[in-house]
């Protein structure tokens, strides 16, 4: 039986992932983690721990305490805030990696780690960026990411660490809210829409990005944890992508459900630059050759579940 610990579980994956590993594989192996304290039921359903991740000694207890056999290392600072505190990212996201895995390799762990579209930088081929390609990104978020997936292959090569990783797109959900990244304006104009039926997006009208919708993101994270190692040519930083569209885009599908629905454009210059250095869409075939991958989830049947889903979660806030 599998026994998971979850690091950085009360953020926007994680607070959907641990409920669905939960689901596959006991609520008692998996364990939730993070700095915060859980308000929800995430503790009352399973176990939680407090676990800083820059700190080997608590990652450590907790994987020796339950016996863990897999890491989901979620916890992370996302781009924006990354690029507000570049010094605490490097500490948070490359600190943490670093420990997670030297926990894992001590303790013969498998782990999984969430790279980003954000690992890519404006020297990329931006249009159906391929698997494997220039990486030269211009944020901290990026070097963390790239050196994060360079760290996880090394893992692999010289200690045999099973480690396996995703390069996320924009990810939309109603679970949680975002932690501070720059596609998090794709999740906040389903809140606004809702409430008050306009929004004021903080990136161009023609910002295109890769997205992907929360269900969609976790099926991907546990099918890869769970592919057959034999077939996988790439292990760490498998390129993922479900839709692909640009703030009018997103801003028209929505106006279907809501006629009266109105966007409007105050441009954040350091969330635009972080966006305008990223892709404009992955090239996915790797995950769909290696270990299956396809999403479920398009632009309209994303957009038509989170403002079902939404609108009962803020009638019941
Ligand atoms: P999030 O910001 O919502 O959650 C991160 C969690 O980590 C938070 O609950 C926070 O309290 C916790 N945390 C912060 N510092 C910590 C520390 N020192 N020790 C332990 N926990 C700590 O992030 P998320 O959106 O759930 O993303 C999870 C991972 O997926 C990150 O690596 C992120 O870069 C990656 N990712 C996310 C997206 C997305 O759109 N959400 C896209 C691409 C990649
Ligand atoms: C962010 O915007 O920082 C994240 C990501 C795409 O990595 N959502």
Partial sequence: MKR???TGALGQIGSELVPALRGVCGADCVVASDIRMPTGTVDKDGPFEYVDCTEKRLVDEVVRKYEVDSIYHLASLLSATAEEKPHVAWDVNMGGLYRVLEVARENRCAVFFPSSIGAFGPSTPPDRTPQDTLQRPTTMYGVTKVAGELLCDYYHQRFGVDTRGLRYPGLISYVAPPGGGTTDYAVEIFYEAIRNKRYS???????????MYMPDAVKAAVDL??????RLVHRNAFNVTAVNFTPEQLGAEIRKHIPEFTIEYEVDPVRQGIADSWPNSLDDSAAREEWDWKPEYDLPSMTRDMLENLRVKLKAG
């Fill in 4 to 6: 998971i610990l979850v």
């Fill in 225 to 230: 944890m769970n592919a057959d190692p034999t």
């Fill in 201 to 211: 997006c903080f990136l161009g009208p023609d910002t295109c990005l890769d997205m």
